[in-house]
């Protein structure tokens, strides 16, 4: 690729090395400087690209040659290092590594103007967390890998904190057992997240959503495994947050070391407000003490429901239900011994004081 009218900007003819040594960081800004008003892209040829911090503005089409010949290696250990600050972006087949451990700052962060933008055909490893999505609308992180993440407080794989119409597909996440980032994907606040098709594997949440303030609505998570981690699944707001209308179908919440999935209302004023599961398995949890499948807890629950699925070997119960939690149903579950799999201590444990529930249909053998 050479400069030519169709707009492809090769960042060698900007003095960009490539060779895993040098700082490249003002080669590939000026690539972009060089962009039309209208942008265009801007190449990686096979080679080792050291950056510290960039911005993009202009609708930028950041292309590598694959993902085992185009790599970003950051060299700061706590800035954002690809920042997508304007609309229309696309970044696809580069790899992400580092020179310093990363305490702090995401891979690629897409700001408030990133709408319509677009991560994919990607490899991550070692980041503090690996992407940041923080745009308007219509963003799309697809066909990726983020393995072997720092650990600590914030770390993670991807950082939802804003926006609406996003899309989470095809993402493979895993780390090292006893050396776990704190999150796969948390979500703080959204309008609107799919989650499809994911597999995230030893982290201490697999998915955790958090928001501390406003109403977090509408994840819909599909087809997606949480997997051998702290718990798969965890929902729990604080403050005066809530977290609504959120749907999961097909999923996988089993091998945890505390629970399958924990929906936790006692830090928070708001509402934690129809939440669907759909055909869930937790199998297999195993934390002493707790090792349910499903624990409900607190007062602010309100339309919870488990439709269909599978609770079993679970060394507490298939699902918990603490005292004073009401206003949940669960319908037509297997919760308890099946071939292979041994039961729980209880298929359904309610500790009291419940009210407005339904439990219809249920199979609850071999406990």
């Known amino acids: ?23 490249d960081t003002a080669a590939i800004a000026s690539a972009h400087t060089a962009l039309p008003a209208n942008g265009g892209t801007i190449y990686f040829p096979a080679g080792t690209y050291q950056v510290s911090s960039l911005t993009f503005t202009k609708p930028t089409h950041l292309l590598g040659a694959g993902v085992t010949a185009s790599t970003i290696r950051a060299t700061n250990a706590t800035s954002n290092v690809i920042i997508l600050d304007g609309a229309d972006m696309l970044v696809e087949h580069l790899f992400f590594d580092k020179t310093v451990t990363r305490t702090a700052g995401a891979y690629v962060q897409l700001t408030t103007n990133g709408n319509r933008s677009t991560l994919c055909n990607f ?3 070692a980041a503090f967390v690996g992407v940041r999505i923080s745009a308007g ?10 393995r072997d993440g720092a650990t600590g407080a914030g770390s993670g794989g991807i950082l939802v904190d804003a926006g609406n ?25 959204t309008g609107a997240l799919n989650i499809t098709n994911c597999d995230i594997v030893h982290h201490t949440d697999d998915l955790l959503i958090n928001p501390s303030s406003g109403t977090l609505a509408a994840i819909y998570v599909l087809n997606s495994y949480f997997d051998t981690a702290v718990r798969g699944i965890t929902i729990s707001p604080s403050g005066a947050a ?19 999935v924990l929906i936790d209302g006692t830090g928070t ?24 499948g499903v624990l409900l807890t607190g007062t602010t629950l309100d339309g919870v429901s488990f439709i269909g699925g599978l609770f079993a070997a679970n060394v507490g119960s298939g699902i918990s239900i603490a005292a004073s939690v009401s206003e949940f149903q669960i319908i037509g579950v297997r919760s308890g011994a099946i071939n292979g799999l041994a039961g729980n201590v209880y298929g359904i444990f309610l500790a009291g004081s419940n009210t ?3 439990i219809i249909g249920c199979d609850l053998n071999g406990n």
């Open 123 to 125: 490899r991550m490893t």
């Open 356 to 358: 407005a529930y339904r």
């Open 242 to 260: 809530s977290v609504v209308r959120c749907r999961f179908v097909g999923c996988w919440a089993s091998s945890h070391t505390d629970r399958g």
């Open 137 to 146: 609308a219509t963003v799309r992180v697809q066909n990726g890998s983020i």
């Open 1 to 23: 690729f050479v400069n030519r009218a169709d707009g492809v900007f090769n960042v060698m003819d900007y003095g960009a090395t490539g060779n895993g040594t040098t700082d």
């Open 165 to 189: 119409d996003t899309y989470i597909d095809n993402i493979t996440m895993d780390a090292a057992v006893g050396s776990q980032p704190s999150f796969g994907i948390n979500v703080t606040a």
């Open 269 to 292: 004023t708001g509402v934690i407000q129809h939440i669907e599961f759909i055909g869930l398995h937790a199998i297999s949890n195993t934390g002493v003490g707790t090792g349910d």
